[in-house]
């Protein structure tokens, strides 16, 4: 044979592959490239030094026949052989930017699905993310030989399986594999990812935003004597938590909001006999879960619930986007299946106006009667996701809707959206403005946030604060069926206004004090006689729950040390009294407070948690989850365990079964964060 028998493919099934490089996949096409390159100018070259070969001018070949007289494709075409090299290195650095981890965040969705395991002693599945088997450099070599050659489209689905199906994983070698490289934000957890960095990635980037806010610090009350803040009926915290853990991820520290875990629950607190005082505080005293040489104050309310069949009247405006964001099975969709179970709650006596905004803002439907629900519906169903959003002409046109068809009663404009305003006002503080401003004419805010993707549940929450209203995440049709048919009388019938919380703890009993959470309803001291200053209203049937945790003076638990130069302030008259509650609201319509006072004695101190009763100890048992799921720097030591048999405890009777999916909650968390990590 002539030197034409030399294959030039045998010499790359023998070639090592080069390390791993970041640019691995823009390396490989420019290798090729310049391959290429090398070639044509070395045949130009040959072709100007020698003369043409095969017929005469004038009898070039033009028939593929001659092709038949032992005359190899490969004999005269060397370009050739050089550009199927350079097919070939493409697919290699491109195998190897794929198999690698090199992959960008964000590449997610080309992983193969995650699989579920348990190791061998009998664990709790884990959830574990199969890869390939990486092949042998034989087997790899004709993997990339068998792309290059280009096999038609029905070879290529034939054979695709057996080159890239991943190989199983065993138990054991999912569990024993040596360390992995740092998991990308939006992967699924592995053991080895738990092993080597003790907490699941946080769900991948997709633009929900938060409020940033620093946790409660502890602060001694010699001091700072008092705390205030405003009560927080919204819940919109715990149901996004709960959709992230249940879909495999941590959620991000901020939006972790410990009073909105806290108060998505009901509790057994005593009713109020009247609306005149529309509420009253339960008190307790017990030891602290987390920590012997503390214990925690529960303040818990109940507003007062009028009786079923009461004369109410309602003003309604459905505030509706429908933007192109919306187009998804989880917003839109699921937006209007829970309008219509709120309109099987409504009566003649309410109205309902709707109001959409994409492109450009316009009314779906006038003020109609309630109980014409056949036009109410259809006015729903015939909307559909488009356009740009321009949030502020919608909230503008439906505040003038809702002037027009002003009731004595509930006059309220409920905004249903995942949060995109971005056209319009542009300016969130003009907007918020905008909405204080309406607040004082007497129609308030309500916000139901939907889906993922874009969430500004920021603005969502300042909305809602400023609009004297609620704000709720809606995940789910049962989540739908809770706010707008359980608790639907809180959220159209307001009870109290502008309700403050103010505590002075006595320094001869009580060292330190934390509030957990509330970090985004503080308020200054001179802020709880100031009856201009805004606060949270307060719905017919709402519980509200605040935690304390308080450090005895001698408990040995103090962590701040007392001035050197101090002077311990002294109480004349407080006796034992551990602390001092006060408690200011405005009853509907009117602009001057009323003041609740009650001191915390020894009459409310319980020795033992479980004789406190099964509320304090499930408000106990979230406000544990709460700081351990965000690292919190206080109240992380309880293990899972602990958490899931305390709240267990707590129980009750659970209408709703609201406690024992918590429970459920508490086990997945488990599995992403092992008790054995460390605070990130």
């Given at each position: 044979?002539?030197?034409?028998?030399?294959?030039?493919?045998?010499?790359?099934?023998?070639?090592?592959?080069?390390?791993?490089?970041?640019?691995?996949?823009?390396?490989?096409?420019?290798?090729?490239?310049?391959?290429?390159?090398?070639?044509?100018?070395?045949?130009?070259?040959?072709?100007?030094?020698a003369p043409s070969k095969g017929n005469s001018g004038g009898w070039?070949?033009?028939?593929?026949?001659?092709?038949?007289?032992?005359?190899?494709?490969?004999?005269?075409?060397?370009?050739?052989?050089?550009?199927?090299?350079?097919?070939?290195?493409?697919?290699?650095?491109?195998?190897?930017?794929?198999?690698?981890?090199?992959?960008?965040?964000?590449?997610?969705?080309?992983?193969?699905?995650?699989?579920?395991?348990?190791?061998?002693?009998?664990?709790?599945?884990?959830?574990?993310?199969?890869?390939?088997?990486?092949?042998?450099?034989?087997?790899?070599?004709?993997?990339?030989?068998?792309?290059?050659?280009?096999?038609?489209?029905?070879?290529?689905?034939?054979?695709?399986?057996?080159?890239?199906?991943?190989?199983?994983?065993?138990?054991?070698?999912?569990?024993?594999?040596?360390?992995?490289?740092?998991?990308?934000?939006?992967?699924?957890?592995?053991?080895?990812?738990?092993?080597?960095?003790?907490?699941?990635?946080?769900?991948?980037?997709?633009?929900?935003?938060?409020?940033?806010?620093?946790?409660?610090?502890?602060?001694?009350?010699?001091?700072?004597?008092?705390?205030?803040?405003?009560?927080?009926?919204?819940?919109?915290?715990?149901?996004?938590?709960?959709?992230?853990?249940?879909?495999?991820?941590?959620?991000?520290?901020?939006?972790?909001?410990?009073?909105?875990?806290?108060?998505?629950?009901?509790?057994?607190?005593?009713?109020?006999?009247?609306?005149?005082?529309?509420?009253?505080?339960?008190?307790?005293?017990?030891?602290?879960?987390?920590?012997?040489?503390?214990?925690?104050?529960?303040?818990?309310?109940?507003?007062?619930?009028?009786?079923?069949?009461?004369?109410?009247?309602?003003?309604?405006?459905?505030?509706?986007?429908?933007?192109?964001?919306?187009?998804?099975?989880?917003?839109?969709?699921?937006?209007?299946?829970?309008?219509?179970?709120?309109?099987?709650?409504?009566?003649?006596?309410?109205?309902?106006?709707?109001?959409?905004?994409?492109?450009?803002?316009?009314?779906?439907?006038?003020?109609?009667?309630?109980?014409?629900?056949?036009?109410?519906?259809?006015?729903?169903?015939?909307?559909?996701?488009?356009?740009?959003?321009?949030?502020?002409?919608?909230?503008?046109?439906?505040?003038?809707?809702?002037?027009?068809?002003?009731?004595?009663?509930?006059?309220?404009?409920?905004?249903?959206?995942?949060?995109?305003?971005?056209?319009?006002?542009?300016?969130?503080?003009?907007?918020?403005?905008?909405?204080?401003?309406?607040?004082?004419?007497?129609?308030?805010?309500?916000?139901?946030?939907?889906?993922?993707?874009?969430?500004?549940?920021?603005?969502?929450?300042?909305?809602?604060?400023?609009?004297?209203?609620?704000?709720?995440?809606?995940?789910?049709?049962?989540?739908?069926?809770?706010?707008?048919?359980?608790?639907i009388g809180g959220t159209l019938h307001t009870i109290a206004q502008?309700?403050?919380?103010?505590?002075?703890?006595?320094?001869?009993?009580?060292?330190?004090?934390?509030?957990?959470?509330?970090?985004?309803?503080?308020?200054?001291?001179?802020?709880?006689?100031?009856?201009?200053?805004?606060?949270?209203?307060?719905?017919?049937?709402?519980?509200?729950?605040?935690?304390?945790?308080?450090?005895?003076?001698?408990?040995?638990?103090?962590?701040?040390?007392?001035?050197?130069?101090?002077?311990?302030?002294?109480?004349?008259?407080?006796?034992?009294?551990?602390?001092?509650?006060?408690?200011?609201?405005?009853?509907?319509?009117?602009?001057?407070?009323?003041?609740?006072?009650?001191?915390?004695?020894?009459?409310?101190?319980?020795?033992?948690?479980?004789?406190?009763?099964?509320?304090?100890?499930?408000?106990?048992?979230?406000?544990?989850?709460?700081?351990?799921?965000?690292?919190?720097?206080?109240?992380?030591?309880?293990?899972?365990?602990?958490?899931?048999?305390?709240?267990?405890?707590?129980?009750?009777?659970?209408?709703?079964?609201?406690?024992?999916?918590?429970?459920?909650?508490?086990?997945?968390?488990?599995?992403?964060?092992?008790?054995?990590?460390?605070?990130?």
């Open positions: 044979m002539s030197h034409h028998d030399h294959d030039p493919f045998d010499a790359l099934k023998s070639t090592t592959p080069p390390p791993v490089r970041p640019d691995a996949r823009a390396a490989a096409l420019a290798a090729a490239r310049a391959a290429y390159d090398d070639a044509q100018e070395e045949e130009q070259a040959k072709k100007s030094a070039r070949l033009t028939s593929i026949i001659a092709s038949l007289k032992g005359f190899s494709i490969m004999d005269a075409r060397i370009p050739l052989g050089t550009a199927a090299v350079a097919l070939l290195l493409f697919p290699l650095g491109l195998q190897f930017y794929n198999s690698t981890a090199l992959t960008p965040v964000g590449g997610a969705a080309h992983d193969p699905a995650p699989a579920v395991i348990s190791d061998t002693a009998g664990q709790a599945p884990v959830l574990v993310e199969t890869q390939p088997a990486p092949p042998e450099p034989a087997q790899e070599a004709e993997a990339m030989i068998a792309d290059a050659v280009m096999p038609s489209p029905q070879d290529k689905m034939a054979e695709a399986p057996m080159v890239r199906a991943p190989a199983p994983i065993s138990p054991s070698i999912a569990l024993q594999t040596a360390a992995a490289p740092s998991p990308a934000a939006g992967q699924m957890l592995t053991r080895n990812s738990v092993d080597n960095f003790g907490y699941a990635p946080a769900a991948e980037p997709s633009g929900d935003s938060f409020t940033s806010f620093d946790e409660q610090r502890l602060k001694a009350v010699a001091d700072e004597p008092v705390s205030t803040f405003s009560i927080d009926v919204d819940t919109a915290s715990y149901a996004y938590v709960r959709r992230q853990l249940e879909d495999g991820y941590l959620p991000e520290a901020d939006a972790i909001r410990i009073e909105e875990l806290l108060n998505y629950f009901p509790y057994d607190y005593a009713a109020p006999a009247s609306a005149d005082v529309p509420f009253q505080p339960t008190l307790k005293v017990f030891p602290t879960p987390w920590n012997d040489k503390t214990q925690l104050l529960e303040i818990g309310i109940k507003g007062f619930e009028p009786p079923v069949g009461a004369d109410t009247k309602s003003n309604l405006v459905f505030l509706i986007d429908t933007s192109g964001s919306m187009d998804a099975p989880d917003k839109l969709p699921l937006l209007k299946r829970a309008f219509a179970l709120l309109l099987d709650k409504l009566s003649a006596n309410d109205t309902v106006s709707i109001v959409a905004y994409a492109g450009s803002a316009g009314i779906v439907l006038e003020p109609t009667s309630a109980d014409n629900k056949a036009k109410i519906l259809s006015a729903l169903d015939g909307l559909s996701a488009g356009g740009s959003t321009a949030g502020a002409e919608g909230i503008e046109l439906a505040y003038r809707l809702a002037e027009e068809a002003r009731v004595e009663g509930t006059n309220r404009v409920i905004l249903a959206t995942d949060g995109d305003f971005n056209v319009g006002i542009d300016d969130p503080e003009a907007l918020e403005d905008f909405i204080a401003e309406k607040r004082q004419t007497g129609t308030s805010l309500s916000i139901l946030g939907f889906g993922r993707g874009n969430l500004d549940d920021a603005t969502m929450q300042a909305l809602a604060q400023n609009g004297n209203g609620n704000a709720s995440y809606i995940s789910s049709f049962a989540e739908a069926k809770k706010v707008l048919v359980e608790e502008d309700v403050k919380i103010q505590v002075e703890f006595n320094p001869a009993v009580i060292a330190e004090y934390r509030l957990i959470g509330y970090e985004t309803r503080a308020l200054n001291r001179e802020d709880f006689n100031n009856d201009a200053v805004d606060a949270g209203d307060i719905g017919a049937g709402h519980t509200v729950t605040a935690l304390y945790e308080i450090t005895p003076v001698g408990s040995g638990g103090e962590q701040i040390d007392p001035l050197r130069y101090g002077e311990n302030a002294t109480t004349s008259g407080a006796g034992e009294e551990l602390a001092f509650l006060k408690m200011r609201y405005k009853l509907p319509g009117e602009t001057v407070s009323q003041l609740i006072e009650e001191p915390v004695t020894a009459d409310v101190v319980y020795d033992d948690i479980t004789t406190a009763g099964p509320d304090a100890q499930f408000a106990a048992a979230i406000a544990a989850f709460g700081q351990k799921l965000k690292s919190s720097v206080y109240g992380s030591a309880m293990t899972w365990a602990e958490i899931e048999a305390l709240a267990r405890a707590g129980r009750g009777d659970d209408e709703g079964g609201y406690r024992a999916e918590f429970l459920r909650l508490v086990s997945t968390a488990a599995l992403l964060k092992p008790d054995t990590t460390t605070a990130r």
